[in-house]
């Protein structure tokens, strides 16, 4: 009598994931973001328009709130490898990750054009010289530490220009208190009247300005990928929690008040901060905007690098090296540099941060979703073949809270700016917990039965 045949269960291809970074070299490379100029900007515009104290709770309020939501994202990058590419396809599908993939790397090249033509601007108001020249200048010294990836090179430059960011912060502080003098006005000011377009309190609308830059959580997920199991807890605390939003917006932000109210003639603008240090500091001003743009931009470059190469090998099965895609960024980078991209920086952030807080909303509804329902996380690595192209509940729930989002915003409402940024998230997760609820779907995997989400 033959033996019985044993049903084989199909195992999935996983892909070796890449080695992961230790704790300090995480940490060295992700703080190069806690030193973009446009932290400093933003904080010293929001208080001009809504008073120091709505600025300063605002900003409060936002620290715990990043530092709460990057936690539980980190955590879960750092324990299953999952870049924002490979969370997205459990998401939305293979096809809405590429989008999401696509959107990410339009973000970061966005990022990266306006943090560079900031130190292009400063180069120029030390040095004179055609604009498009210090561009070139900028983009060309930039590509050559990004060549290699987050992995390579980024924790080692971020480290060695870390202290001076924070040392050049503190001479420039004390240099515009001794040269100007400091008075009270810069923790008291309030507007002469109380702005409409806020939709409610002025700190709520410094609140909602500061969820157009919630692309911060995808950059979590992406960094947080490279780190290890073993390190949740240092990183969650350390590198990607509250302490790293309390320097990045709090300690920025309490530099630009102070610095915009103490320097005389000094511009709130995107680039009109770098040119008062410049002006005030010469040549020390120009080496402090130097440090803190090359930080910023290292970690924009390498994202819109390897995103666009995630979307070109998915897309058109492109497979090119690191070094040919540094170089395609940073000619995409250059040309948007002579275009007048950061005179459209406030509409981008409004647009962007409907996008991207819904993909958040999303992102964090499904972690506690399946934390309830004890289920455990799709493995990094599968093939694309393995998920659905479409996943209805969070395509859906991303079109409906984009689109409200985006329609707040354009609707010409003093109060569509506010609303649009604090409604996108809510009605995201909202609508995708209803539809997986009902669908009883929760992942695109299409074949999650067969050996692979358990």
Same mark, same amino acid.
């Given at each position: 009598?033959?033996?019985?045949?044993?049903?084989?269960?199909?195992?999935?291809?996983?892909?070796?994931?890449?080695?992961?970074?230790?704790?300090?070299?995480l940490?060295?490379?992700?703080?190069?973001?806690?030193?973009?100029?446009?932290?400093?900007?933003?904080?010293?515009?929001?208080?001009?328009?809504?008073?120091?104290?709505?600025?300063?709770?605002?900003?409060?309020?936002?620290?715990?709130?990043?530092?709460?939501v990057?936690k539980?994202?980190?955590?879960?990058?750092?324990?299953?490898?999952?870049?924002?590419?490979?969370?997205?396809?459990?998401?939305?599908?293979?096809?809405?990750?590429?989008?999401?993939?696509l959107?990410f790397?339009?973000?970061?090249?966005?990022?990266?054009?306006?943090?560079?033509?900031?130190?292009?601007?400063?180069?120029?108001?030390?040095?004179?010289?055609?604009?498009?020249?210090?561009?070139a200048?900028?983009?060309?010294?930039?590509?050559?530490?990004?060549?290699?990836?987050?992995?390579?090179?980024?924790?080692?430059?971020?480290g060695?220009?870390l202290?001076?960011?924070?040392?050049?912060?503190?001479v420039?502080?004390?240099?515009?208190?001794?040269?100007?003098?400091?008075?009270?006005?810069?923790?008291t000011?309030?507007?002469?009247?109380?702005p409409?377009?806020?939709?409610?309190?002025?700190?709520?609308?410094?609140?909602?300005?500061?969820?157009? @830059?919630? &692309?911060? #959580?995808?950059?979590?997920?992406?960094?947080?990928?490279? /780190? !290890? $199991?073993? =390190?949740? %807890?240092?990183?969650?605390r350390?590198?990607?929690?509250?302490?790293?939003?309390?320097?990045?917006?709090?300690?920025?932000?309490?530099?630009?008040?102070?610095?915009?109210?103490?320097?005389?003639?000094?511009?709130?603008?995107?680039?009109?901060?770098?040119?008062?240090?410049?002006?005030?500091?010469?040549?020390?001003?120009?080496?402090?905007?130097?440090?803190?743009?090359?930080?910023?931009?290292?970690?924009?470059?390498?994202?819109?690098a390897?995103?666009?190469r995630?979307?070109a090998?998915?897309?058109?099965?492109?497979?090119?090296?690191?070094?040919v895609?540094?170089?395609?960024?940073?000619?995409?980078?250059?040309?948007?540099m002579l275009?007048?991209?950061?005179?459209?920086?406030?509409?981008?952030?409004?647009?962007?941060?409907?996008?991207?807080?819904?993909? @958040?909303? &999303?992102? #964090?509804?499904?972690?506690?979703?399946?934390?309830?329902? /004890? !289920? $455990?996380? =799709?493995? %990094?690595?599968?093939?694309?073949?393995?998920?659905?192209?479409?996943?209805?509940?969070?395509?859906?729930?991303?079109?409906?809270?984009?689109?409200?989002?985006?329609?707040?915003?354009?609707?010409?409402?003093?109060?569509?700016?506010?609303?649009?940024a604090?409604v996108?998230?809510?009605?995201?997760?909202?609508?995708?917990?209803?539809?997986?609820?009902?669908?009883?779907?929760?992942?695109?995997?299409?074949?999650?039965?067969?050996?692979?989400?358990?």
């Amino acid at each position: 009598m033959p033996a019985p045949q044993t049903k084989q269960t199909s195992q999935p291809t996983i892909t070796a994931p890449p080695a992961r970074m230790g704790r300090g070299s995480l940490a060295m490379a992700w703080y190069g973001l806690v030193s973009a100029m446009f932290f400093i900007y933003i904080g010293a515009a929001l208080a001009l328009a809504y008073g120091t104290v709505d600025a300063l709770v605002g900003l409060a309020l936002t620290i715990l709130v990043y530092g709460a939501v990057n936690k539980v994202l980190s955590g879960y990058a750092l324990r299953h490898g999952l870049t924002v590419h490979e969370f997205s396809r459990t998401l939305l599908g293979r096809t809405g990750a590429l989008i999401a993939t696509l959107i990410f790397a339009a973000t970061a090249i966005y990022y990266a054009v306006f943090e560079g033509a900031i130190l292009a601007f400063a180069f120029q108001a030390q040095f004179g010289g055609d604009l498009g020249l210090w561009s070139a200048a900028v983009v060309l010294y930039t590509t050559p530490l990004v060549s290699g990836g987050i992995q390579r090179r980024l924790d080692r430059v971020n480290g060695l220009l870390l202290p001076l960011y924070w040392g050049g912060l503190v001479v420039a502080v004390v240099w515009a208190g001794l040269a100007y003098g400091s008075s009270g006005e810069w923790l008291t000011h309030s507007p002469t009247f109380l702005p409409v377009s806020s939709g409610g309190p002025g700190w709520l609308a410094c609140f909602a300005a500061y969820m157009g @830059v919630w &692309i911060m #959580m995808m950059y979590t997920m992406d960094f947080a990928a490279l /780190g !290890r $199991p073993e =390190d949740v %807890a240092f990183h969650s605390r350390w590198t990607f929690g509250w302490l790293f939003y309390t320097l990045a917006f709090g300690l920025n932000a309490l530099v630009g008040i102070f610095l915009t109210f103490t320097i005389p003639g000094l511009q709130t603008t995107e680039t009109g901060v770098a040119a008062g240090l410049v002006t005030m500091m010469g040549p020390l001003g120009l080496l402090l905007v130097f440090v803190s743009q090359t930080r910023i931009n290292t970690a924009n470059y390498a994202l819109g690098a390897s995103n666009l190469r995630e979307f070109a090998a998915r897309t058109l099965r492109l497979k090119l090296p690191r070094l040919v895609w540094a170089l395609i960024t940073s000619a995409i980078i250059f040309v948007l540099m002579l275009l007048p991209v950061v005179q459209y920086l406030l509409v981008a952030l409004a647009w962007q941060g409907a996008l991207v807080t819904g993909w @958040v909303g &999303i992102a #964090m509804t499904h972690i506690a979703m399946d934390r309830l329902a /004890g !289920r $455990p996380a =799709d493995p %990094a690595g599968l093939p694309d073949r393995r998920f659905r192209a479409v996943s209805v509940p969070g395509v859906t729930a991303w079109i409906v809270s984009a689109a409200v989002g985006i329609g707040l915003v354009e609707s010409g409402q003093p109060w569509g700016a506010t609303w649009g940024a604090l409604v996108t998230p809510l009605l995201s997760a909202a609508v995708y917990a209803a539809l997986r609820f009902a669908m009883r779907r929760p992942t695109a995997l299409a074949l999650e039965g067969a050996g692979i989400a358990g």
